[in-house]
Nanobody, 126 residues
């Protein structure tokens, strides 16, 4: 089991970044995926999630209107497009795969995701 996240970096406030997470799971398309983030001294929180099929999405309030989660099942990859970035978006971002396949709803609790990427640092300067 391996999820490989990439795309983080240093960006100025108002800028954009696109995170990618490639999953080695052969049945990737059967699982909901999510992006979480963890800032220093804070708990890990969900940012966005996308269902396995049909493709429903969830966004935390701070991400709505600025971030877009998407997936390409042909290349086993989930993306997080982040626009209008703010300094408070600074965190390590993690991708995660749902603990069960063909889930009926999108999970928002990190404890319900068993498979995690290594994290990618996003730093937004003011």
């Amino acid at each position: 089991v391996q999820l490989q996240a990439s795309g983080g970096g240093l960006v100025q406030a108002g800028g954009s970044l696109r995170l990618s997470c490639e999953d080695s799971e052969l049945t990737f398309s059967n699982y909901a995926m999510a992006w979480f983030r963890q800032a220093p001294g804070k708990e890990r929180e969900i940012v966005a999630a996308i269902s396995w099929r049909p493709q429903f999405t969830y966004y935390t309030d701070s991400a709505k209107g600025r971030f877009t989660i998407s997936r390409d099942n042909g290349v086993n990859t989930v993306y997080l497009e982040m626009n209008s970035l703010k300094p408070e978006d600074t965190a390590v971002y993690y991708c995660a795969r749902d603990s069960e396949d063909f889930a009926s709803w999108l999970k928002k609790n990190s404890a319900e995701y068993y498979y995690w990427g290594q994290g990618t640092q996003v730093t937004v300067s003011s």
